[in-house]
């Protein structure tokens, strides 16, 4: 009995020191693996570093070695690329893009962006973007439909990056159908920039002439703002009176105050006087960006205790409208008055 004993002892010890000897070689050879990584990281950064800041020949010699790296150092060339671009531009995005080009990085973000993974598509989507290449906008547009929510997003985006106008309207039937993509839409309207304003407008004027459930043409009135698209003034003052569509006149409000249009102001103390709390605090805002002293009797007028939010707004508008909003507020019996009187004394005495 004493002999099986040492003899199981002797069996389990090995065992023990086995394990042991094998989980420090897993972790040696895991640390290696990652010292090479990161020899292999820094090799292609500098690369990179050369080709965009070095002397006319070796920044040659730096292109041409990133072109033709192949196996593992040709993926890490393409991995620190693709994740360099978004935060580069002019010269040095232009010698980073021609590079992916020249390795062949384009077909195969177009193959990932058309696979059955869910993280395949989404990169493809992402690299499709990043490239700026306007002949895949019909790649994105595809994907604004695809079942996952991260892929529509991913693609939503892309199309943001590459600023083509004709993307504006796919993207207002996305945030339809997908509600949750409004944020993200909303930024790659942004980004498209001025030439996203003709179909929006067109898109706004269609809207006036009939009703929806959704916020579609709310959107497109946010949209007209965050550009400062001034040429939609007009059709944003007859939005103010939009009640066939949800959201629509708190929206071309705000727009109104975000393009500073000093031609909204008369619609604008008219929509404060409105029975729709969210208008009237949205054009009450509107006022206070515009900050035109004319807006001062109506907005004084319009502080007669109607609801805690736009009171509020109301006040903190005419404390924006310089020493004439200030006497209107001193004037006023208003709680929200001396609220906004108090928050001015704190502000000029800090």
Known sequence: MKDLFWVLLLVFGGLAASLVCLLVVVRVAGELRRTHVEHR???VRRLVLTALLGEETEAERAIRELRTRTGAAGDQVEEQIFAMLPKVKGDSRSVLVEVLLGRGAAGRAYRRAKARSLV??????????????PDAVPTLLGLLADKRFLVRRVAVRALGQIGEATAVTPLLDAVTA??????????????????????LRTELAEALGGTSQTRRAALTATGLGLLGDVPSTPLLVRALAGPGHPGLPAAAAEAL??????EAV?????????????LRVAAARALGRISD?????????????????????????????GT???????????????????VHSVRTSA
């Open 41 to 43: 990281r820094d090799a």
């Open 120 to 133: 395949r598509r989404s990169r493809g989507a992402y690299q499709l973007g990043v490239l700026g290449r």
């Open 178 to 199: 997908d509600p949750t993509l409004t944020r993200d839409v909303m930024a790659a309207v942004r980004r498209i920039g001025s030439p996203a304003a003709v179909p």
């Open 257 to 262: 105050g975000l393009i500073g249009a000093p």
């Open 266 to 278: 008369t619609p604008l103390v008219n929509a404060v006087l409105s029975d729709d709390p969210d």
């Open 293 to 321: 002293p004319a807006a001062v009797p109506g907005l004084a007028h319009a502080l007669d205790g109607a609801g805690h939010d736009s009171d509020r707004a109301v006040a903190a508008a005419l404390l924006r409208l």
């Open 324 to 342: 004439r909003g200030l006497a209107a507020l001193e004037d006023h019996s208003s709680p929200y008055a001396a609220e906004a009187l108090a």
